[in-house]
C-alpha cells in the first residue's frame, strides 16, 4: 500500500514514507520536523521517571513515555508533544502530563510557535489515575490559554493505541486534528463500553464496529477531525502545515459556531443506528463501501461529502 | 445531600435554578449584591452528548450579558458509555463544555465547581475539573479509576489495591484523595451555611493562574508535577 | 523488581564521539537502553532495571558476550527492562552500540 521510495539509501533508516504507525514517537518526531531541528527537553538522559510505577512493580522509561522539545516545521518554530504509545498504551501520568502542560505554557507565553500534539493514548495511567486526570485537566486549560493567546495547536492521531479517555478530551480542545485510517477517537474504550453496558451495546471484539464508530474515516465525515491522511509521515507533516497556516482564531465567535455546528449535528444525526447511517444521510452513496476504500479515493470523497469550516472548534 | 439541600444552604435568600432531566439552570441573587450563573448536574446523572450541548448553550448564554461568577454543581456519573454517545462524538461534546467553562473563567466570570455526589473520568474532566477553584462538600465522592475495573485491567485483587492505597493518594478514588493530589482546592463543612462559605470565597477569590500543580506538591500528592511543568516551560522559552 | 550492575573493562573505546543515544521501548517483551559516553575509555557499566527478579546470571552472560564482541569502552549503558528474552537484550545492546558508534 505505501510505495517503498525509489533510491534504495546505504543506510535502511526511515524515510518520509514511513508508516506512521509503525514508527515511534521519536521517529514520528524526528521524520515530522526539518532534518536535526528537534531540541528534545527532559530527554531520557534526565531520568525524569514516574515516581508511582514501583509500588505496582511496573519498569519505569526514562522519558516517561512522552517526548517533548523545539524544533521547526518548514523553517517555523514549533512546540512538540510525542506520546510513545508502546509504553504503558501511552497512558497519562504525573511526570508524562505534566511534561505536555510545561509545553503549552511555553507556548501561551511565547505566543509565536504552534504546537504539535502527536497523540497515541488509551486516556489515565491507571496506576497514577489521579494525577493522570490532573494532569488532563492541567492540559486543557493550558490548550485553551495558548490558544487565546493566538497558538495554534495542532493534534495528529495515527498511532496504535488510538486518542482515547483524556487524549479525547484534550484533542477535541485543540485547534484541529488530522486522523489516519489507523486513528481512533473516543471517550470510552469499546471494552469499556461493553463491560459496563453489554455486548448488546457495543461489542468490543468487533473491529468493524469499533473502526465506524470512533476510526479516522467516520470521524473524518463526521466532523471529528479536519483532515483525513494516509498512513505516511509526509502526508502529517503535509496536513500539519495547511492547519497551522488556516486554522482560524480562538475567541468566543468560535465557541458560538461550535456549539451551533454541534447542536445541528445532534439535529441531523442524533436518532441514527449506526454510522453508515450517518455517512448514507451525508450523501455518500455507497456508505458500505467507506471503510475498505483505499485513503486517496476515501480523501477525495470526504471532501466533496463537507470540509469543516475553519471557524468551529 | 440533595441537590435542593446544597442550593438552600446556598442561597437562602431564594434562587431560580431548576432541574431537567438532571441538569440544573437558573441564577441567583448574593446577599452582598450581584447575580452569580448556576450550573450543574445532579442525581448521578451521566454526562453524554444531549446533557453536554445542554450545559455549554446555558454557559454561552451567559457571556452575552453582565459578567457574574459561574457555579458548577455537581453530582454526576461518568460520561455517558454508549454507541450513540461515541459516535456522535462526546469527546466533542464534552470537550466543548470544559472550553466554554476555562473561557468563561478566563473572561471575568470565575468559575467554581461544588461537588457534593459523585463525578468521574470524562464528566468529571468536563465540568468540576474545568472550574478556577474546586470545592469538596464532605459528601463528595469523585472517582478517576474505580478499583474493581482497576482491579480487571491489572489482574490485583481489590484488596491488594486498597493496601496499596494507603501509601499513595496518587490512583484511589475518594475526597482527600483529590484534595492531595491537587484537584480539590478545599473542602467546605455542612454545620456552617454553605452561604457564608460562598461569600469568604468570592471575597477572597485566587485569579486565574491554574495552581493545582503548587496544591499538588504542598500537599504531597504530586510531588513531580509543578516541578516538571515549570522546567519544561523555561526550557522550551529558551528554546524558541 | 530488580536492579543490577555489571561492570567490565574492555579492549578499546567505543569509536565515534557520540555522547547519548537511547534505543527500544519499554513495552511487554522489549526494553530501553539509554547510553552516555561518560566512563573511562578502557570501562563499560551496564546498570538494568528489570521486573522479572532472579534472571542475574542471564543478563551477566548476555552483557558478558556483548562487552567481548563490541567492546563499548567509555559507555555506561542504562536498561529498563519490560521482560524481553536474551535475544532481543542481545539486539538492542548491538543497536545502542552500533548508534553511539555512529557519526552524529
Redesign the interface.
Known sequence: MIAAHPQARPSAGPDLSTSWYEASARTRVRLLLDPSSF?E??GPEQR?VS??LR??DLPEQFDDGIV???GRLDGK?V?VAAQEGRFMGGAFG??H???L???L???R??A??SVLILFDTGG?R?????????????I???V??AR?AGVKVIGLIGGRSGCY??G??????CSALVVSEQGR????GPE??E???GVD??DSRDRALVWR??GGK??RL???ADVFVDDRVDAFRAAALDLIASSGSFG?HT??A??AR??D??RR??A?Q??LD?WAEEGVADAASVPGMPADQFIALADKVWRIPRDA? | MTPDDVLDSLFPAGHDVRKEAGLLFGSAELPSGGKVLVVGVADRTPVG??EA?RL??HV?AA?NEEPSPILVIVDSD??R????????????????L???L??AD??GRPTIGILYGHSA??A???TA??TRVLVGLPSADPV??DLP??S???K?PVEVLQE?AK??????PGLA??AQ???VHLTWDVATPLSDQLEALLAAMPDSV?R??AL?KERG??????D??????????Q?? | MEDLTLRHTTRERARGNRQMAIIGVVASGNLEVLTERVLPENECVVEIRTAAEGFGEVWAAVVADFVERHSPGGIRFAINDGGARPDTVSLRLAQAARLMESDQ
Request: proline content about 2%; charged content about 20%.
Open positions: 531540541r527537553i527532559i525524569e515516581p508511582h509500588l505496582f517533548v522539545g523545539t518554530p512546540l504525573e511526570v502530563g505534566a511534561k502542560t510545561g509545553l505554557r511555553a507556548a507565553d511565547a509565536s510557535a489515565v491507571l496506576q497514577e489515575a489521579n494525577a493522570g486526570e490532573l494532569a488532563i485537566a492541567e486543557m486549560r493550558a485553551i490559554e487565546l479517555g483524556g479525547g478530551l484534550i484533542a477535541g480542545c477517537i473516543a471517550v470510552s469499556v463500553i463491560t459496563n453496558r451495546e457495543f464508530t470512533m467516520h470521524r463526521a466532523g471529528g468566543l465557541l458560538e461550535e456549539q454541534l447542536a449535528r445532534l444525526f442524533g441514527c449506526d454510522s450517518i472548534r | 452528548v444531549d450541548i455549554s448553550g454561552l457571556m461518568s460520561q458509555m454508549a454507541k450513540r454517545d461515541e459516535m456522535l462524538g462526546l469527546n466533542e461534546f464534552l470537550s466543548h470544559a472550553k466554554c476555562i473561557f478566563l473572561s473520568a470524562g468529571f474532566l468536563a475539573l474545568a478517576v479509576m475495573s482497576m480487571r485491567v491489572t490485583l496499596k501509601s499513595t493518594p496518587v490512583f484511589a484523595n483529590l493530589t491537587g484537584a491554574d493545582r500543580g499538588g500528592g504530586r510531588p513531580k508535577a509543578m516538571v511543568a515549570e522546567r519544561v516551560r523555561t526550557l522550551a522559552l528554546g524558541l
